[in-house]
């Protein structure tokens, strides 16, 4: 090889050589070599009295695979919404990797935290288009199982409250007359301690309700923690006219406890010693009987009615009082009629019979009932001619 011709060759050497330089710098012109990857994590909150609840979110590496940026997301969730937050990390390589995401379980009982466990697969290649990286694949799945693809990690929680009803039941026993169906009862709940739970619309650890017979409902009694509870329900003692009130005194128990991830509430009952099944209050209604009787025993004025009494007599009968009945006598002994009468009242006692009526009535007076048949039909034989005299006068007279 002559001088010139290894000159030649030096220049073309040269020229290519330049030539890949300008390729160089247009790749890294036209594109980087580095991918950077996204891993979303959506996280809901349902419940009817949900409010608000932070969670944390956890990645973990498998198999020697690298970290991410963030380690755990903290999300705070909210009542109805889906709040979404992701894992992030730039990659420089071709890489094929498999991490770990799950839900740490919060603090609060009453929430039913998601256990789900996702796997998320990371692959990073060449992009033949860019000449740089690319992540062609990232999904995540359940349970380590490829055929629940998606594209996000989601966790769902419920916020689950453990709750208790305490049955009522209010029974009336008429022992004597029929209890008024308008009639009204008052029941009372109180907690032992005024901080722990109770139903809608009570006042200071305490609910009254009211109610006739039947069912009664003081409302459900929600629980967020584990713990014991107790109560105490009581029929308030009231002025209804008739009706003995039940002083039982009940006890309700409530055992909370967090089972499988779910709170759960467990109601005893108990009547002193005694567990029961339900409350029930039983009142007594007994009508008062008035035994009262009007004066004189509801006698007739003739002193025929029973209970009848010589000042009864003396009301209807003695003219001095000024009664009626006192009246109109004296009026028919100043008449005609009273003449008539006195005058055959005179002649009966001049006559036999008349002496027989004052034998009789003067050995009624002694004691001596042997006759008193006899003076009986004496009588009414007197009755007879005083009659027939009465009635011989009469016609005398208008004649």
Known sequence: MNRNSGKKYIGAFLVMLFALILNISAFAATAKYEAAVK???????????????????????????????????????????TVEAEFTKTFKEPVDFRYEIRETAGTTD???????????????????????LKASVVKVYK???????????????????????????????????????TAKFHFTMKAEDKTFPMPAESVDGSKTVEAGTGKVEFGKIEYEKAGTYTYKVTEDKEALANFTYDTTEYTVKAVVEKKAGVLTATMTITKGTEEVNSIDFNNHYAEKKDDSTPPGGGGSPTGGGSGGSDTDDKEYWDSDDGSVLGAVRDAIENGPVGQVLGAARDKIGESPVGQVLGAVRGATRTGDNSIMMISGLCFLTAIAVMIGWVMAFMRRRMN
């Open 39 to 81: 891993i979303p994590v959506r996280v809901t909150l349902e419940g009817e009295k949900a409010s608000s609840e932070e969670v944390t979110i956890v990645m973990t590496p498998l198999d020697g695979a690298p970290a991410f940026d963030q380690t755990s997301l903290k999300v705070q969730a909210k009542k109805g919404e």
């Open 110 to 132: 009453a929430y039913t935290y998601d256990d789900t466990v996702y796997t998320a697969i990371v692959f990073v290649e060449n992009d033949p288009e860019t000449m740089g």
């Open 143 to 181: 349970d380590d199982d490829p055929a629940t693809k998606q594209d996000a990690a989601i966790f769902i929680n419920r916020y689950c409250p453990a709750e208790i009803n305490p049955p009522v039941n209010k029974v009336v026993t008429e022992d004597l007359g029929t209890a008024p169906g």
